[in-house]
């Protein structure tokens, strides 16, 4: 128990070896030394909750958030001292921001809670007591043997003892892993694949030594020892033996296994990393505005305590007769007095922070990003896959991005490869109707026409066939006869899976031309050659990895020889070579490469029998090695992978995406600057930027290769920062690689980045994963501090992807590792465009002016309070009744922005598509910078002293007090009391924000005029229902009858008219004049649209030339009654599926370059 409790609290971990032993079926040993390793349970939880913590840790986690806890000390301000408003004034709004986050976060947690459920109550088949038993996935505890059919999720890792194959072979795919479809083969060891059946399974004796749980997919280090009679066998278990929890059985009527990891501790559930928390540039804004106005509530509080004390420094007002001291009040410390003051004053003004803020802001991200997976543009029907939104948080961050990292295989191009050419024995080849035809001859030709292959070119596709992880379908591997086989040796109706698009685009190549891999049977590799069967029995196969960059198999042909066939990177193969057509490959690798062809060599070597015992029994001993089992394999490689004959290399074609090209550019036009980082070759890596745009054909081309040294690479940083000075008139590109690269990264950083700026377009080839990111992290950091987007498909991104700003994973071939960690998912780079262009700028637009607005509507609600009290001696009485403080924010005037903010689209989508130049207006934070921030605030203080003193010199003059605080006119009607006066500023104040809002609307919606001019109805209904009613429960009735008095009198109604149009008719006249006199290119578009003929932009202050601001009214009202013109295009009635529009016609402006065709 104590054990246990040092567990939960951290001091004691469960793993205190590198090694977890596990002991087959729970057969522990009978020694009473033995004491059992405590493992997870086999329970899934992806919940955040339970029903026991839900409220105090959704409580810590809100109440972390500044505004949050700002107002709750507010809230127990106004609890513990007596203060000028009620604490429902500060608590109700809390209370709901509060509520409403814990409900939605509830929500979202129960649902997890609920996929737990199904995923640990799903049946399972577990062997125990020598027969199968049904249990639930959450019993199965690690040791117990399962077994899985068909078609079945495996619900734990396991380690695969038998299938119903001989061999002990099953198929599986990872697509819910690492969303791979092909199929993946993994095998049993010889001793266990013969126990097909429960009985034999129950003899079993074994123990397996395995690594403890780690997150990466790809790797298990372990071995399995078995009793066998007297004698006990080691045999080394890795990746390929382990079936991942989250994988599906196919092909394969059943399997065995045993559980090593389970629950939590299985590699899909330690691959549910959080990823960092990523804070778009508006909220970093957001959080310097509010500690803005807290100092100005902070000077507010402070200038009002001691202007306060400053009065009172007169006797008859520090004790007037209406307003008498106690004893004990006047014998409390000036201090406190005074702290108490600035506490009462603080409370009075906190409402200038808007606590709504967030949750609004959270509610138009949450519901904003629905958008873009509505979206049926971002639609790819022939995958049928739609957007993805991973993060709604970056949604704004979309319209701010300066620079674009993007992969280049998978994301620019198809990845889907097409054999084109091939060196053998240094001859170049090309594939013509299913014949190899030597470059310069046709098939046509006398000596293109063979029916037979030359030695050379057999062994070479013999390699090709074998050097592989290529498998057939078992379906097809039963089926495969003679009858299968044309005249010229090809065989038809196989269909090849393979986790790389390069392995399988040549193994069908090899089919194509006569020799052919037929498949597997046991430990052989069968395959035919023109028609005749041979068989290989694979003995060794030396797996791919990143470091060595090739792959090899050691085979025993018919003839008993042993062969190794290997197939990599040519700069992993060459070197290793002493023999075949080496400089001549060399020249048709760099051939293959400039026409931007994917090149692989391939290599063989011949073993002795001496060779092979002693190569075989290193490799046995790296095998079964628990430690540093990585590092004996890489060593062993080498030794094995030397001394190779050169066989000739191979081309293989991955053709670009549709619209690459117009993507590009349209970027570009929009001030993107575009890096492509791959890992190809220099040669192919070019070729390919060529084609897609990416570099020009009149840009200067710079390079940075090669380069081994320091003092090199600097020079020719130098050699490049000169000559980008002397040609600054034409465009640059920099090509620069993986080694060279570090060297510059190293030492010459600033020179670097230097170079760097002043090209148009930046290729990196030959880079390794973390050097990606470290390429974003160089740009993330630099002086500018630009937003950067890294886009790409496969696992080798994940790291650029989690780097950048926004991370956007393509949803292709090479996995969904891409996908699971980005923040967005497209299933095409052409899509990319839009995202940026279009949903990127109109989500910027949208909640750079709600936070705006926010400020501005929170400015002009709580200055006439501070003004007020000018007026009251600062006795801190409040100028609103407490149910209009509350209300304000959430219910009077919270629905129109929140529409605004969904639904605004201030350009129709198809300019900004077209007119990506648009995209540069927003860059930087523009719309958030100091000047409008100034803007909007200046706006908000000139508009509360309007509502103020407008009210103030309107209906105040020839009045008399009384002692019941009601003002008469000399008629002895009463008229003007404190609460009509405050009243009359809240209405002015509640009609003038809303119209506000519908001034800066460009696009209405029957939705945003509902709530628009449904949130003034409602406002007067309810002070009409609230003051109308005496209510019981209120030990004040202050408000009795107000509101009724109030618009009873025509003068309270011509002054509601003509402070309204006082605050806006400024306003008005300075968006008309900027529009005309010196309008932004997003102005000039506005009025191209209208002219146009699409009519869209249906705003009181957006009117086109030639036409009056009266027929912009006219036209609007007509809208708002319903009677538009049928022969104009309505934008209302496109406003459910304008991101969905097709192609039209638009006016460019003189001065912008030319759009792209969309």
């Known amino acids: 128990m104590l054990r246990w409790i040092r567990q939960q609290l951290g001091f004691d971990p469960p793993h205190q070896s590198d090694t977890r032993t596990i002991y087959i079926a729970n057969r522990f040993p009978q020694n009473g030394h033995y004491i059992p390793q405590k493992f997870a349970e086999n329970r899934i939880i992806s919940s955040k909750y339970t029903v026991w913590n839900f409220i105090p840790k959704n409580l810590f986690e809100q109440f972390r958030r500044v505004a949050n806890f700002y107002f709750l000390i507010i809230f127990l301000v106004q609890l513990m001292i007596d203060t000028p408003t009620s604490p429902i004034t500060s608590g109700l709004p809390l209370f709901f921001v509060i509520t409403v986050t814990a409900i939605k976060q509830g929500y979202e947690d129960w649902l997890r809670h609920k996929a737990d459920n199904e995923v640990n109550g799903a049946p399972v088949y577990v062997v125990r007591s020598g027969g199968l038993v049904k249990t639930r996935s959450k019993n199965i505890r690690v040791g117990d043997i399962v077994r899985v059919a068909k078609d079945e999720t495996f619900p734990v890792d396991l380690v695969l003892l038998s299938s119903d194959r001989v061999d002990g072979s099953c198929h599986v795919t990872t697509a819910s892993l690492d969303g791979e479809t092909n199929l993946k083969t993994h095998v049993a060891v010889p001793e266990t694949a013969v126990l097909q059946s429960v009985a034999n399974l129950d003899t079993l004796v074994a123990v397996i030594e395995c690594q403890q749980p780690e997150a990466d997919l790809y790797r298990f280090v372990g071995r399995i020892t078995i009793s066998h009679q007297i004698e006990e066998i080691v045999r080394p278990l890795g990746p390929e033996s382990l079936l991942l929890r989250g994988a599906r059985l196919k092909n394969t009527k059943e399997i065995f296994g045993v559980a090593v990891y389970t629950g939590m501790e299985t590699k899909m559930a330690l691959n549910y990393k959080s990823k960092s928390q990523k804070r778009s540039a508006v909220e970093k804004s957001m959080n310097s505005f509010l500690i803005i106005y807290l100092i100005i509530l902070l000077f507010e509080a402070v200038l009002s305590t001691i202007l306060k004390y400053a009065w009172q420094a007169e006797e008859k007002w520090d004790e007037p007769w209406y307003d008498q001291k106690t004893e004990h009040e006047r014998n409390s410390s000036k201090i406190l007095r005074f702290i108490s003051d600035f506490l009462a004053f603080l409370v009075l003004y906190n409402f200038i922070i808007p606590i709504s803020l967030y949750v609004t802001v959270e509610m138009q991200k949450f519901l904003g990003s629905f958008f873009i997976g509505?979206?049926?543009?971002?639609?790819?029907?022939?995958?049928?896959?739609?957007?993805?939104?991973?993060?709604?948080?970056?949604?704004?961050?979309?319209?701010?991005?300066?620079?674009?990292?993007?992969?280049?295989?998978?994301?620019?191009?198809?990845?889907?490869?097409?054999?084109?050419?091939?060196?053998?024995?240094?001859?170049?080849?090309?594939?013509?109707?299913?014949?190899?035809?030597?470059?310069?001859?046709?098939?046509?030709?006398?000596?293109?026409?063979?029916?037979?292959?030359?030695?050379?070119?057999?062994?070479?596709?013999?390699?090709?066939?074998?050097?592989?992880?290529?498998?057939?379908?078992?379906?097809?591997?039963?089926?495969?006869?003679?009858?299968?086989?044309?005249?010229?040796?090809i065989v038809s109706q196989l269909e090849y899976y393979a986790s790389s698009p390069d392995e399988k685009a040549?193994?069908?190549?090899?089919?194509?031309?006569?020799?052919?891999?037929?498949?597997?049977?046991?430990?052989?590799?069968?395959?035919?050659?023109?028609?005749?069967?041979?068989?290989?029995?694979?003995?060794?196969?030396?797996?791919?990895?990143?470091?060595?960059?090739?792959?090899?198999?050691?085979?025993?042909?018919?003839?008993?020889?042993?062969?190794?066939?290997?197939?990599?990177?040519?700069?992993?193969?060459?070197?290793?070579?002493?023999?075949?057509?080496?400089?001549?490959?060399?020249?048709?690798?760099?051939?293959?490469?400039?026409?931007?062809?994917?090149?692989?060599?391939?290599?063989?070597?011949?073993?002795?029998?001496?060779?092979?015992?002693?190569?075989?029994?290193?490799?046995?001993?790296?095998?079964?090695?628990?430690?540093?089992?990585?590092?004996?394999?890489?060593?062993?490689?080498?030794?094995?992978?030397?001394?190779?004959?050169?066989?000739?290399?191979?081309?293989?074609?991955?053709?670009?995406?549709?619209?690459?090209?117009?993507?590009?550019?349209?970027?570009?036009?929009?001030?993107?600057?575009?890096?492509?980082?791959?890992?190809?070759?220099?040669?192919?890596?070019?070729?390919?930027?060529?084609?897609?745009?990416?570099?020009?054909?009149?840009?200067?081309?710079?390079?940075?290769?090669?380069?081994?040294?320091?003092?090199?690479?600097?020079?020719?940083?130098?050699?490049?920062?000169?000559?980008?000075?002397?040609?600054?008139?034409?465009?640059?590109?920099?090509?620069?690689?993986g080694t060279s690269l570090s060297l510059a990264l190293r030492e010459h950083e600033k020179l670097f980045m230097e170079v760097c700026r002043n090209c148009s377009a930046v290729l990196c080839c030959r880079m390794a994963p973390l050097q990606k990111a470290k390429v974003v992290r160089l740009l993330k950091t630099s002086p500018e501090k630009p937003i950067t987007l890294a886009i790409g498909d496969g696992a080798n991104d994940v790291s650029m992807i989690q780097e950048a700003h926004v991370g956007i994973g393509i949803m292709g071939k090479e996995g969904r590792q891409a996908v699971r960690n980005s923040d967005y998912a497209i299933a095409r780079f052409k899509f990319l465009s839009k995202l940026l262009l279009v949903h990127g700028h109109f989500y910027y637009i949208r909640i750079a002016t709600l936070v705006q607005y926010f400020f501005y509507k929170n400015v002009c609600f709580i200055t006439p309070q501070f003004l007020y009290q000018f007026f009251c001696l600062f006795s801190q009485q409040t100028l609103y009744d407490s149910v209009y403080l509350t209300l304000y924010n959430i219910s009077f005037t919270s629905l129109p922005i929140l529409m605004y903010s969904l639904f605004e689209q201030h350009v129709h989508p198809h300019v900004l598509q077209s007119k990506p130049t648009l995209y540069r207006d927003i860059r930087k934070n523009a719309l958030l910078g100091f000047k409008p921030f100034l803007y909007w605030t200046i706006l908000g203080f000139s508009h509360a002293f309007v509502f103020f003193y407008g009210s103030y010199l309107l209906m105040g003059e020839d009045t008399s007090l009384l002692g019941n605080g009601q003002i008469l006119k000399p008629n002895r009607q009463m008229m003007f009391g404190n609460w009509t006066f405050g009243t009359l500023v809240f209405t002015v104040m509640v009609i003038t924000v809303t119209v506000k809002m519908a001034l800066e609307t460009h696009f209405w919606t029957w939705i945003n005029h509902f709530v628009t001019w449904g949130s003034i109805v409602f406002y007067f209904l309810f002070s009409l229902f609230y003051g109308g009613i005496i209510w019981p429960f209120l030990h004040t009735q202050d408000m009795y009858f107000v509101f009724v008095q109030l618009l009873s009198s025509g003068s309270v109604w011509f002054a509601i008219i003509i402070i309204v149009v006082t605050c806006l008719f400024l306003d008005v006249v300075k968006k008309v004049l900027c529009r005309h006199l010196q309008p932004t290119s997003t102005e000039k578009a506005q009025l191209t649209e209208t002219g146009s003929g699409i009519n869209c932009l249906d705003s009181m202050c957006c009117f086109s030339d030639g036409e009056t601001a009266c027929a912009s009214v006219r036209r609007m009202l007509e809208r708002l009654m319903g009677r538009c013109s049928p022969t104009r295009v309505s934008r209302c009635g496109i406003s459910l599926n304008s991101l969905c529009c097709r192609r039209f016609s638009y006016k460019l402006e003189p001065d912008e370059p030319a759009a792209i065709d969309v």
């Open 374 to 489: 509505w979206d049926l543009d971002l639609y790819h029907e022939e995958t049928n896959q739609r957007a993805q939104v991973n993060t709604s948080d970056l949604n704004e961050e979309l319209g701010q991005v300066e620079y674009v990292f993007t992969d280049k295989t998978g994301t620019l191009t198809e990845n889907e490869m097409q054999f084109r050419e091939c060196s053998i024995n240094g001859i170049k080849y090309q594939e013509i109707n299913g014949k190899l035809v030597p470059e310069g001859l046709t098939e046509d030709s006398p000596d293109g026409i063979r029916l037979s292959l030359m030695k050379e070119e057999e062994l070479f596709l013999k390699a090709v066939c074998l050097c592989h992880t290529v498998h057939i379908s078992a379906d097809q591997t039963d089926g495969i006869g003679d009858g299968h086989w044309r005249a010229n040796g």
């Open 506 to 737: 040549l193994v069908e190549a090899a089919s194509r031309v006569g020799v052919v891999f037929t498949g597997t049977n046991g430990e052989g590799m069968e395959v035919k050659s023109l028609g005749k069967p041979e068989r290989f029995k694979l003995l060794h196969v030396l797996e791919f990895d990143p470091n060595r960059r090739r792959m090899s198999v050691i085979v025993e042909s018919p003839s008993g020889e042993k062969l190794l066939f290997t197939k990599g990177a040519e700069s992993s193969i060459l070197p290793h070579s002493r023999g075949g057509e080496i400089d001549k490959t060399r020249i048709h690798v760099d051939e293959f490469a400039l026409k931007g062809l994917r090149t692989l060599c391939v290599a063989y070597r011949r073993f002795t029998a001496e060779e092979y015992q002693e190569i075989d029994r290193r490799l046995h001993e790296a095998r079964t090695a628990l430690q540093q089992r990585e590092e004996r394999l890489a060593d062993v490689f080498n030794f094995i992978e030397k001394d190779l004959e050169l066989l000739g290399a191979t081309g293989v074609e991955d053709k670009l995406q549709d619209k690459v090209q117009e993507t590009i550019e349209a970027l570009r036009l929009a001030g993107i600057k575009v890096w492509v980082l791959t890992g190809d070759k220099h040669e192919t890596a070019v070729s390919v930027s060529l084609s897609c745009g990416h570099f020009h054909r009149t840009m200067n081309i710079l390079e940075l290769v090669q380069h081994k040294s320091d003092s090199t690479c600097a020079e020719q940083l130098r050699q490049l920062a000169r000559r980008i000075k002397d040609d600054h008139v034409i465009q640059h590109g920099l090509v620069v690689d």
